[in-house]
């Protein structure tokens, strides 16, 4: 008993860890080297010697002891490697959460200058103005002379446009009027949105109604040959009021606004 151990001085010096595997297998591996010494020796009766101690007086102590300074040495590795791995994950699911986090805001940013330019261009829309006939031509300038008119000259501009053509809105607007309007045969006046009126005359259908808010280059009816007319065309005024007599420039005014004419 006196030439304890290495292993047993080890213990002694208050090292403290928990079992790994391979202090365990040695455990075992003592607890059969003791019952061996038992029955080989047969003293092994003191309380010093149980189990771990016991196995350190037969021939395995070296043994034992490379066995444990290994299992110590795998245990702190094993409990690095299993450390680096957890921080490692933790690392990773941050730069994950975080790349995900970009990459929503990204996506916000982006969906909202989409609904702003949408925005946008709806309001440019809405402010902008067009022909009442596409790729018309006017036959009949404004103030021009004759017989036809009941005041002595013509009040608005004619459009070239053979019955059944589509008929547009100018601009955004309200329909103040649709229906028979004598001389002007079926016609339609909008009140624009910037207090102007826009008169459509002679036309073979009308399609929307008093109050009705129309839009640039909405189809508001057919062109026609209904009314005062020679023949099919677009009698097309612009007016400063809803009466009749405050007639302007049709074609000045939508030059103003934009379209060719
Ligand atoms: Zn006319």
Avoid at 19 to 45: D, K
Avoid at 135 to 150: C, I, N, P, R
Avoid at 235 to 260: C, K, M, Q, W
Wanted: charged share 20%; hydrophobic share 35%; proline share 3%.
């Amino acid at each position: 008993m006196a030439f304890t151990c290495a292993t047993g001085k080890n213990r002694a010096s208050g090292k403290h860890r928990r079992p790994g595997r391979f202090e365990r297998t040695t455990a075992r591996a003592a607890g059969v080297a003791a019952l061996t010494a038992t029955g080989v020796i047969g003293t092994l009766a003191a309380p010093a010697l149980a189990a771990e101690p016991a196995a350190e007086q037969t021939g395995l102590i070296p043994v034992i002891t490379v066995d444990d300074t290994l299992a110590d040495q795998i245990d702190a590795q094993a409990a690095a490697q299993r450390q680096a791995a957890q921080e490692a994950a933790a690392r990773k699911q941050a730069a994950e959460e975080a790349a995900r986090k970009k990459a929503a805001e990204k996506a916000k940013q982006e969906r909202e200058a989409k609904e702003r330019a949408a925005r946008e261009a709806e309001r440019k829309r809405l402010l902008s103005y067009v022909a009442p006939i596409s790729g018309s031509y006017v036959s009949t300038g404004y103030k021009s002379g004759g017989a036809v008119w009941s005041s002595g000259s013509h009040t608005g501009v004619d459009f070239h446009a053979a019955s059944g053509t589509s008929v547009h809105a100018v601009g955004s607007g309200t329909v103040v009027e649709a229906g028979w309007g004598g001389s002007y045969g079926n016609n339609i006046v909008i009140k624009m949105n910037d207090g102007t009126y826009t008169q459509y005359g002679h036309l073979s259908s009308i399609g929307v109604s008093v109050g009705q808010t129309v839009t640039p280059g909405q189809q508001i009816g057919l062109s026609g040959a209904t009314g005062n007319v020679t023949g099919p065309h677009l009698h097309f005024e612009a007016r400063t009021t809803a009466e009749y007599g405050s007639d302007i420039d049709p074609v000045a005014y939508l030059r103003s606004h934009g379209v060719n004419v």
